[in-house]
């Protein structure tokens, strides 16, 4: 298999016509990223999204590394994602009621700390509606065919003709050779697919919003509070992110020239959807945010932000727990599903944008290799290469969130890396591209000679390394932080 060197770009046209018709069904990270991937190993591509438009909305998310090496084959891309990364951003520690903890400090100079190369950090905290223009913006470059406003219900194949499709609210049927759901938690693909788990309501939620920042004006105090950081190297006005660590609760604020954001983290209220268009007002908030958060209140300066916050912007994100689940694929191998359609993540763990991404570049990678003539073998080994490593990085969200939800302060003073998520280098370093080509053949061969994905040692990991994948439950976690016991994450190297 040809070695992809990492200064070793392909863009679009490296790639011969593959002849395989690839129908994707979302335009979220995952179905983009999956759009224009599949367009440049070759593949024909059409999308379908239920609604009139790309969605643009959100706040942030952290886009790890893992997931933006493939931006070497798309220099525009390259290009405005370098422009849109804060990489000037500093960092200051709270505890929530106010205390300043840790002093602001460039986020280079914490990686550099924490034995990290700044220029390649383990990912960034970017602005989801930021990303999804610069996806916009290639999109439309390239030409895909997006049609909008088709709303899929239902999936199907045909294991005889080796067709795949699905129907839209609207009864128009769509058909291609392989099917890629990419319509996020709950796929309409699960009644094919057969992976659908049971939603556990964690009894958290968390309050998100942003908002251009001369909202501020109105309050002086507050402004100056959450200002800009000045750089006293050159006198450059810098973004800052302040996290504010409590028992039971965190949050997090970003400030940019134009754009404020906050995120807190809390018990649920009632209010709480899935849903990232489920607004409430301030006025809820101020009036739950001391619940749960032990005997300090919050800091009044945080609450004088929230108020501040305009009308219908605060999303009230309720937080679902799920199993992993390694059924990903129908029973044909003709549709598969990927992002948050396979697996969902808890927005602490800083992986759910991550590991969309991945998903998307192995399939298209995986199809390429494959071939027209072998796409069910292709969709298998895809999902193989990456299920365990999504079920790691899964639990690791849990451990993370645990860690930021109830800081130890007194921990943190002898150690400050504790106030911050573990970012290990399985995690980061990982080259989606890259692995799909070094282990395809392998993976492909103890497929054939029947070995359980679990028990194969004979693939280098893309998951801790040593590590022996046992399944595990959310319930089973739970129980042990009932107990106070750490999560326990398994065997193999985590850090
Ligand atoms: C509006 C919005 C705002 C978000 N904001 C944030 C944020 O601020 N921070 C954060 O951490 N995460 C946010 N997320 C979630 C985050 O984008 C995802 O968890 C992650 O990127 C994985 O993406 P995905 O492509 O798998 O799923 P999603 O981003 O959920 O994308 C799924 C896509 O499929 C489409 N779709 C769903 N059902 C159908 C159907 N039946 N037929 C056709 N199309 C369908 C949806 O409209 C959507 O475009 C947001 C998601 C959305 C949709
Ligand atoms: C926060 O609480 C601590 C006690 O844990 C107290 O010493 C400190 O003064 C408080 N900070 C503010 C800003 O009120």
Redesign the pocket.
């Known amino acids: 298999m040809p070695y992809i060197d990492d200064s070793d770009s392909k863009p679009v046209g490296s790639y011969p016509n593959s002849g395989i018709d690839v129908l994707i069904?979302?335009?979220?990270?995952?179905?983009?990223t999956a759009s224009i991937e599949c367009i440049r190993k070759g593949h024909n591509v059409r999308v379908?999204?239920?609604?009139g438009d790309?969605?643009?909305?959100?706040?942030?998310?952290?886009m790890g590394l893992s997931a933006t090496k493939f931006f070497k084959h798309w220099p525009e891309m390259a290009k405005e994602f370098k422009e849109i990364s804060m990489s000037n951003a500093w960092i200051e520690t709270f505890k929530h009621n106010g205390s300043r903890m840790i002093p602001p400090l460039k986020v280079a100079d914490r990686l550099r700390d924490a034995g990290l190369d700044p220029d390649t950090p383990p990912g960034r905290f970017q602005m989801?509606p930021l990303v999804y223009k610069m996806y916009v913006r290639q999109v439309e470059r390239l030409g895909v065919q997006i049609q909008f406003g088709?709303?899929?219900?239902d999936y199907f194949e045909d294991k005889m003709s080796g067709k795949a499709g699905?129907v839209?609210d609207q009864g128009e049927r769509f058909e291609a050779d392989v099917v890629i759901a990419?319509?996020?938690?709950?796929?309409?693909s699960q009644k094919l697919v057969g992976g659908q788990v049971r939603a556990m309501k964690s009894g958290r939620a968390m309050w998100?919003a942003?908002f251009p920042i001369h909202h501020l004006d109105k309050n002086p105090e507050v402004k100056e509070f959450f200002k800009m950081q000045k750089n006293p190297a050159n006198g450059e006005e810098e973004p800052i992110i302040r996290t504010w660590l409590g028992p039971g609760t965190y949050a997090m604020t970003l400030t940019r020239s134009d754009t404020m954001i906050w995120i807190m983290n809390h018990d649920v209220t009632g209010s709480e959807k899935e849903s990232?268009?489920n607004t409430i007002e301030s006025d809820e908030v101020l009036a739950n945010m001391d619940k749960g958060v032990g005997p300090l209140p919050w800091a009044p300066m945080f609450k004088e932000l929230i108020k501040l916050t305009p009308s219908n912007t605060i999303?009230n994100f309720e937080l679902f727990w799920r199993n992993p689940q390694p059924k990903w694929a129908s029973p044909a191998a003709r549709v598969v599903n990927?992002?948050?359609?396979?697996h969902?993540?808890l927005?602490a763990s800083g992986n759910?944008?991550t590991?969309?991404?991945e998903?998307a570049i192995s399939l298209a990678s995986c199809l390429q290799i494959g071939g027209k003539e072998n796409i069910p073998e292709a969709v298998r080994a895809h999902v193989r290469i990456r299920f365990i490593r999504n079920a790691c990085a899964q639990k690791l969200g849990f451990s993370n969130a645990e860690l930021l939800q109830d800081t130890d302060w007194s921990k943190v003073k002898l150690d400050p890396r504790r106030a911050q998520p573990k970012l290990p280098s399985w995690v980061w370093g990982h080259d989606p591209e890259k692995y799909a080509y070094e282990v395809y053949d392998q993976v492909v061969e103890s497929m054939r000679r029947g070995v359980p994905f679990d028990e194969d040692d004979s693939i280098p990991p893309n998951y801790p390394p040593g590590y022996k994948y046992e399944p595990w439950s959310i319930e089973q976690i739970m129980e042990d932080m009932r107990n106070g016991k750490p999560v326990e994450l398994g065997s193999g190297n985590w850090d």
């Open positions: 069904v979302g335009t979220g990270l995952a179905g983009l379908l999204e239920r609604y790309i969605n643009t909305a959100g706040d942030m998310y952290f989801r088709k709303r899929v219900v699905v839209t990419a319509d996020g938690v709950g796929s309409k998100r942003a990232w268009s999303v990927i992002g948050d359609a396979a969902s993540f927005p759910g944008a590991q969309a991404i998903d």
